[in-house]
């Protein structure tokens, strides 16, 4: 893999000492929490809504229904819409510019998909990414990490990987133990990514506690494994062992490489990312829809009619209500927001959305000027964790930057608010000087001067950023039934998010919006219309 220690210096830099604070800009950018409240308020239209009719009718932008998007659009089906509630397609995957530079505004990588991804390695392989020679898969090194990939901060210096390593032999015994516990359900059961099929036994008894249960009952109690696991499920689900499933927790691992003790052999996850993160490929899904992609569109009313559906959306640049008309819809938002638009909503989305848990996450993306004065240890890496800290740490948007010369870069700093009673609240409620404030004090432990360099710091607020499963999310039947085709009044209505698995990743989103878009195919295809 090419190596490129980017932009924080190890280099002899020297501290600034008492230099005079400089003024620090910045504010909330992102989703908008005003915005999705219009769902509550339901603006009253001043006149009748224009009404529009196409084939086929999105509601929601995020990864899910860009790839039901692009499903219709590579059969040759033309009359569509997909209306997205902010400025911008990409959901959580939305990209963003702070100072000029580009950096993520949610996801910053796609792990190298696996042999049951096949509808996202498809999507790289059309994009140049992927490609198979000689029986096997390679990826353009260009969009693979680049190395080091990951430090932690602890103890007063940076060692390479996040496991902590600098422990005595009860925790290397713990670490061991854990590693053969994961391989041992791994071969009791596989753990897919994206989910398919039906539920084994085994993973429903550990659906059934929390991680931290499990662990407890396993005699996984040292603190540094603990720690170590808890930041994994923070960073993948937005709540940590003492919320999600031991299901959830084992899944992490076990649907990827499985978790490797120290000394012990292993094939390490590799990840592609992007100075935007997966806005990259946010942007490449969006960019051939033209027209037919409607931002600013806050969907307010789904309902069914006798031959499809009617979508009432208000339009917040023209300050006016549009009413759709569509043969065939994808609801591809949020099960909760779904559950409050559509005018009956299905029995299984009704039974759905109680059981399920949604994280807020805060994302900070801070614009400095040059490198950094770092600590002693391990060099600079593309993912930096601070041991202990509330956040998730920070990716360097300069990692996968070619230009050898240090230069200006963005930290993505990650704060995932799961755990915390009343989070949602309190994330919305906080001024923007007070996460600019927190970032910067849990970051300046270690990079003493990153105030001193500091030019800019944009927060974005998800207050329902990810479904976060807890236990009894994946035995949820009625999450099952939303996966299935809908019959009776919603007929011509088909589910795609993330949420329909549970918990929000990538390959979940793509692989359902992948889904719904051939089921419309194929309803296209009985009624005659034409897709080919």
């Given at each position: 893999?090419?190596?490129?220690?980017?932009?924080?210096?190890?280099?002899?830099?020297?501290?600034?000492?008492c230099?005079?604070?400089?003024?620090?800009t910045?504010?909330?950018?992102?989703?908008?929490?005003?915005?999705?409240?219009?769902?509550?308020?339901?603006?009253?239209a001043?006149?009748?809504?224009?009404?529009r009719?196409?084939?086929?009718?999105?509601?929601g932008?995020?990864?899910?229904g860009?790839?039901?998007?692009r499903?219709?659009?590579?059969?040759?089906?033309?009359?569509?819409?997909?209306?997205?509630l902010?400025?911008?397609?990409?959901?959580?995957?939305?990209?963003?510019r702070?100072?000029?530079l580009?950096?993520?505004?949610?996801?910053?990588?796609?792990?190298v998909?696996?042999?049951?991804a096949?509808?996202?390695?498809?999507?790289?392989?059309?994009?140049?990414?992927?490609?198979?020679?000689a029986?096997?898969?390679?990826?353009?090194?260009?969009?693979?990490?680049?190395?080091?990939?990951?430090?932690?901060f602890?103890?007063g210096?940076?060692?390479?990987?996040?496991?902590?390593?600098?422990v005595?032999?009860s925790t290397?015994?713990?670490?061991t133990?854990?590693?053969?516990?994961?391989?041992?359900?791994?071969?009791?059961?596989?753990?897919?990514?994206?989910?398919?099929?039906?539920?084994?036994?085994?993973?429903?008894?550990?659906?059934?506690?929390?991680?931290?249960?499990?662990?407890?009952?396993?005699?996984?109690?040292?603190?540094?494994l603990?720690?170590?696991?808890?930041?994994?499920c923070?960073?993948?689900?937005?709540?940590?062992i003492?919320?999600?499933?031991?299901?959830?927790?084992?899944?992490?691992?076990?649907?990827?490489h499985?978790?490797?003790?120290?000394?012990?052999?292993?094939?390490?996850d590799?990840v592609l990312?992007?100075?935007?993160?997966?806005?990259?490929?946010?942007?490449?899904?969006?960019?051939p829809?033209?027209?037919?992609?409607?931002?600013?569109?806050?969907?307010?009313?789904?309902t069914?009619l006798?031959?499809?559906?009617e979508?009432?959306?208000?339009?917040?640049?023209?300050n006016?209500?549009e009413?759709?008309?569509?043969?065939?819809?994808?609801?591809?938002?949020?099960?909760f927001?779904?559950?409050?638009?559509?005018s009956?909503?299905?029995?299984?989305?009704?039974?759905?959305?109680?059981q399920?848990?949604?994280?807020?996450?805060?994302?900070?993306?801070?614009?400095?000027?040059?490198?950094?004065?770092?600590?002693?240890?391990?060099?600079p890496a593309?993912?930096n964790?601070?041991?202990?800290?509330?956040?998730?740490?920070?990716?360097?948007?300069?990692?996968?930057?070619?230009?050898?010369?240090?230069?200006?870069t963005v930290?993505?700093?990650?704060?995932?608010?799961g755990?915390?009673?009343?989070?949602?609240?309190?994330?919305?409620?906080?001024?923007?000087e007070?996460?600019?404030?927190?970032?910067?004090?849990?970051?300046?432990?270690?990079?003493?001067?990153?105030?001193a360099?500091?030019?800019?710091?944009?927060?974005a607020?998800?207050?329902?950023a990810?479904?976060?499963?807890?236990?009894?999310?994946?035995?949820?039947?009625?999450?099952a039934?939303?996966?299935?085709p809908?019959?009776?009044?919603w007929?011509?209505?088909?589910?795609?998010?993330?949420?329909?698995?549970?918990?929000?990743?990538?390959?979940?989103?793509?692989?359902?919006g992948?889904?719904?878009?051939?089921?419309?195919?194929?309803?296209?295809?009985?009624?005659?219309?034409?897709?080919?």
């Amino acid at each position: 893999m090419i190596t490129r220690r980017a932009l924080l210096g190890t280099s002899a830099l020297p501290l600034l000492g008492c230099a005079p604070e400089r003024k620090i800009t910045g504010g909330f950018n992102g989703a908008s929490p005003d915005r999705g409240h219009l769902l509550r308020q339901k603006p009253a239209a001043t006149q009748d809504p224009e009404v529009r009719r196409c084939d086929v009718l999105i509601a929601g932008g995020g990864i899910a229904g860009l790839s039901a998007a692009r499903v219709l659009r590579r059969a040759g089906v033309e009359d569509f819409a997909l209306l997205e509630l902010e400025d911008a397609a990409g959901g959580n995957s939305r990209a963003g510019r702070t100072g000029g530079l580009p950096c993520p505004l949610g996801a910053h990588y796609l792990p190298v998909p696996g042999e049951g991804a096949e509808e996202v390695r498809d999507l790289l392989e059309e994009l140049g990414i992927a490609r198979r020679a000689a029986g096997r898969w390679t990826y353009d090194e260009r969009h693979l990490c680049h190395s080091p990939q990951d430090r932690l901060f602890i103890n007063g210096q940076w060692q390479e990987g996040l496991l902590p390593m600098q422990v005595g032999a009860s925790t290397l015994a713990q670490y061991t133990l854990f590693s053969r516990r994961v391989a041992q359900e791994t071969k009791s059961a596989r753990f897919p990514l994206p989910l398919r099929g039906g539920f084994a036994p085994s993973h429903r008894a550990l659906d059934a506690v929390t991680f931290a249960a499990w662990l407890d009952r396993e005699g996984l109690t040292d603190p540094h494994l603990r720690w170590y696991l808890d930041y994994c499920c923070r960073d993948d689900y937005g709540a940590g062992i003492a919320v999600v499933s031991a299901w959830a927790g084992v899944h992490y691992f076990a649907s990827r490489h499985g978790f490797q003790a120290p000394g012990e052999e292993g094939e390490r996850d590799a990840v592609l990312t992007w100075p935007e993160g997966n806005g990259w490929l946010a942007n490449r899904l969006l960019q051939p829809l033209g027209e037919r992609l409607h931002t600013g569109r806050v969907v307010l009313r789904i309902t069914p009619l006798r031959q499809g559906v009617e979508v009432d959306a208000w339009d917040v640049a023209g300050n006016r209500m549009e009413r759709w008309q569509a043969a065939q819809c994808i609801v591809a938002l949020p099960l909760f927001v779904a559950e409050r638009v559509m005018s009956t909503p299905p029995r299984a989305l009704s039974e759905a959305v109680p059981q399920l848990r949604y994280s807020p996450w805060a994302v900070a993306n801070v614009h400095i000027e040059s490198p950094l004065q770092d600590r002693d240890g391990a060099p600079p890496a593309w993912d930096n964790v601070v041991y202990g800290g509330r956040g998730l740490g920070y990716v360097n948007a300069g990692h996968q930057n070619l230009n050898p010369l240090p230069e200006a870069t963005v930290l993505t700093w990650y704060c995932a608010l799961g755990d915390e009673p009343g989070g949602r609240a309190r994330l919305l409620a906080r001024p923007w000087e007070s996460w600019r404030d927190e970032v910067l004090d849990a970051l300046s432990v270690p990079h003493p001067d990153l105030r001193a360099r500091t030019l800019r710091v944009d927060v974005a607020r998800y207050g329902h950023a990810m479904a976060t499963p807890t236990p009894g999310t994946r035995a949820n039947e009625a999450l099952a039934a939303l996966r299935r085709p809908q019959t009776g009044l919603w007929r011509s209505t088909h589910f795609a998010h993330s949420d329909l698995s549970g918990y929000s990743v990538f390959e979940e989103a793509f692989t359902h919006g992948y889904r719904a878009g051939h089921a419309v195919l194929g309803a296209l295809r009985v009624a005659g219309k034409r897709a080919s």
